[in-house]
């Protein structure tokens, strides 16, 4: 059984840099996965901020960043502002047309 | 402007049916993959479906053999049939639409508002 992974909660300092994490319980995360990444908040329809491992999507400031970090996918979040504060969801391409979220991590700015 | 507006959902008892359905505009919709997730009340995001533009199908193994996925493309809509409906099927369901023409990856660029369906006796 393939497992998505995430840190439950994280915090972060306004101003400061987080970066949030994606695992894959059989292995290795790679662009081959098509890792993607989403933001919301309470009540609303999740937004999509990186597709493709590192591509922003339309609006999405140069804060947010995607990336391959040793074996897992990343989102950094620079400069943390406290609009921030949400909860973020990775998916990832598990093999055969099927897709997989994460748990989700909720960040806090504080 | 790209809208994706979701109806159909509502109140079933356990081993019900209900169809839900997502109408597209804004885009040419016979050339975009579009998917269903769902999300259980205080839970997180749960991948369910996805249809190519050509008809190509998958499924999450949650709901494999009791939900249909299926598009108009002459109506720009798409659908999801749910049958053998259980409690834990209980969720906002979302349409969203793939970013790229012909992939069949959860990489959204749109996603609708949603639409409740609660599945209790």
């Known amino acids: 059984q393939t497992v998505v992974t995430q840190e439950p909660s994280l915090s972060v300092s306004p101003g400061e840099t987080v970066t949030l994490t994606c695992g894959l319980s059989s292995g290795s995360v790679s662009p081959r996965d098509y890792p993607s990444w989403y933001q919301q908040t309470p009540g609303q329809a999740p937004r999509t901020l990186i597709y493709n491992t590192n591509t922003r999507s339309f609006g999405v400031p140069d804060r947010f960043s995607g990336s391959i970090l040793g074996n897992k996918a990343a989102l950094t979040i620079a400069g943390a502002q406290a609009d921030d504060e949400s909860d973020y969801y990775c998916?990832?391409?598990?093999?055969?047309?099927?897709?997989?979220f994460g748990g989700g991590t909720k960040l806090t700015v504080l | 402007e790209v809208q994706l507006l979701e109806s159909g959902g509502g109140l079933v008892q356990p081993g019900g049916s209900l169809r839900l359905s997502c109408a597209a505009s804004?885009?040419?919709?016979?050339?975009?993959?579009m998917s269903w997730v769902r999300q259980a009340p205080g839970k997180g995001l749960e991948w369910v479906s996805v249809i190519r533009g050509g008809g190509d199908i998958s499924y999450a193994d949650s709901v494999r053999g009791r939900f249909t996925v299926s598009r108009d493309n002459s109506r720009n809509t798409l659908y999801l049939q749910m049958s053998s409906l259980r409690v834990e099927d209980t969720a906002v369901y979302y349409c969203?639409?793939?970013?790229?023409?012909?992939?069949?990856?959860?990489?959204?660029?749109?996603w609708g508002q949603g639409t409740l369906v609660t599945v209790s006796s």
């Open positions: 998916v990832l391409h598990v093999g055969s047309g099927i897709s997989m």
């Open positions: 969203a639409k793939v970013i790229r023409s012909g992939w069949n990856v959860a990489n959204f660029d749109y």
């Open positions: 804004g885009f040419t919709f016979s050339t975009y993959g």
